[in-house]
């Protein structure tokens, strides 16, 4: 009957991980923060002593193996469009508009993507700001738009691919 346990036991880890990609998709730069690692510590742990509890063997093994599934999004380097985001999240509101090329080349050159394109377009009440990654890969068309207002950043827009 115990072993039984082990298909919503693994279901249940499968959507724990599944629910770390979403809240990464969504938020963004989930993956690169200390606040992630440790729900990857935590998480395993007590999936790992839910597991003790039914099982009472290989408690440790199951613990590891839970963190590598849920800790990969940690080591796997960063897709570009996590980039970008992160480039939209440290140019918040306020932010001088000369600052954000300088934002998105340290962000870049240690990566192993080309640089997005950067364009500048005024019209319409606001300046814009406008990063997209079509540089990198024909038919990726994912942006940040940053509307400026009198110099500084005043809202940004991520548009996926």
Not at 8 to 31: E, H
Not at 71 to 95: C, D, I, Q
Not at 126 to 149: K, P
């Amino acid at each position: 009957m115990r072993t039984l346990l082990v298909i919503p036991f693994v279901l249940l880890v499968a959507l724990v991980a599944y629910g770390a990609y979403v809240a990464d998709q969504w938020l963004g730069v989930v993956a690169f923060t200390y606040r992630y690692l440790l729900f990857c510590i935590i998480g395993s742990l007590a999936l790992g002593a839910v597991w003790f509890g039914i099982f009472r063997k290989r408690a440790l093994l199951v613990v590891l193996a839970v963190f590598s599934v849920l800790a990969v999004n940690y080591l796997l380097p960063p897709p570009s469009e996590r980039l970008l985001r992160s480039v939209m999240l440290k140019a918040p509101p306020g932010t001088e508009a000369t600052a954000i090329v300088d934002i998105v080349k340290r962000h870049y050159e240690d990566s192993p993507y080309a640089m997005p394109r950067i364009s500048e377009d005024r019209g319409g009440g606001f300046d814009r700001v406008h990063v997209s990654l079509l540089s990198q890969e024909a038919g990726n068309s994912t942006s940040v738009i940053f509307l400026v207002e009198n110099g500084r950043v005043a809202r940004s827009i991520f548009s996926p691919d």
